[in-house]
């Protein structure tokens, strides 16, 4: 339950980069205070540039202190490298200087409750996943680790449906919580498909913009099922599972693509070439999209 000690005036966004620098513009831009904290001193200049152009008329100061991010705000989201070992340090360090404040993390993939393994009180630590980009894509991923209380899920949930957020419960801290599990399976198939040579990259793409992209937004896995019939599921089922990919690893395909520097459109190379500038005409494709479909009236 909501009490009155539960209006946020201040959060704390630890990590100024891609994620850090847009959740400050968001929470900012719903009125609450934000101490943006970056330890690297032109990325925090150019991440504060971004979040204030996001948020004109809100409150955004930046700091490469811990101490002073974390010890006034309500709520603290943790937006740092995806390493368990520099978040599980950062978690403690933040746990003293703030005895109260919920934390959060916004890891894609990595367990709340191992993040938080040397925070005291657990109750009050919580995985906030959202998604890239944060001020567009609704959902967030509101992940309960084993030592997470009831009223932390509750006033988490309340402070992201007050600053816009469609969040949603996940009541088990599975690596990859929900959304990262179902992209990440199909991620895998796609990788397989080409190494195995049953099509090129660039076909695995066009299939899936051309087929299950045009309905997934409309109609989820669970509620198509239905839709065709759980027998015809079941039946394909039967057929295709057995040679679908399971390799518990990722692909060597994969593997061997990074180890030559082949890292996509950072490089210019991956499983596709990306000329110069196509990765920024990349990012402004799909953000014209993502608003595009969230402006559609029947979604
Ligand atoms: N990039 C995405 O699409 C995306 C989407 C959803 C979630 N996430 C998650 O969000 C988190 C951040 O991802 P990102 O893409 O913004 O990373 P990023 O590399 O762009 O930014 C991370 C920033 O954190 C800073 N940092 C590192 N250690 C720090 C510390 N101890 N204290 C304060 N700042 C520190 C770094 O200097 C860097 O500027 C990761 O956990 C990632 O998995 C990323």
Known sequence: MLTESDVISSVGI?????????LAGLVASAGI?????????????????????????????GTASIDEGVA???FVIEAIVEDLATKQVLFAEMADVNADAVLCSNSSVLPISEISR??????RCIGTHFWNPPDLIPIVEVVRGKRTSESTVDRTVAFLAGIGKLPVRVERDVPGFVGNRLQHALWREAIDLVATGVCDAETVDLVVKNTIGL???????????DYVGLDLTLAIHEAVLPDICRDPHPSPHLRALVDRGDCGAKSGQGFLRWAPGS??????????HIRTQLADPNR
């Open 33 to 61: 205070a934000v101490t943006l904290v970056e330890p690297v001193p032109e990325v925090l200049a150019s991440g504060l540039a971004a979040a204030r152009a996001m948020a004109p008329q809100g409150t955004i100061v």
């Open 14 to 22: 630890v990590g100024a980069g891609l994620m850090g620098r847009r």
């Open 215 to 225: 309905r997934l937004g409309q109609m989820g896995p669970i509620e198509n099922a």
């Open 279 to 288: 990765r920024d005409q990349a990012a402004d494709r799909l953000a014209t």
């Open 72 to 74: 006034s705000s309500s």
């Open 118 to 123: 040397s925070v005291k009180d657990g109750s």
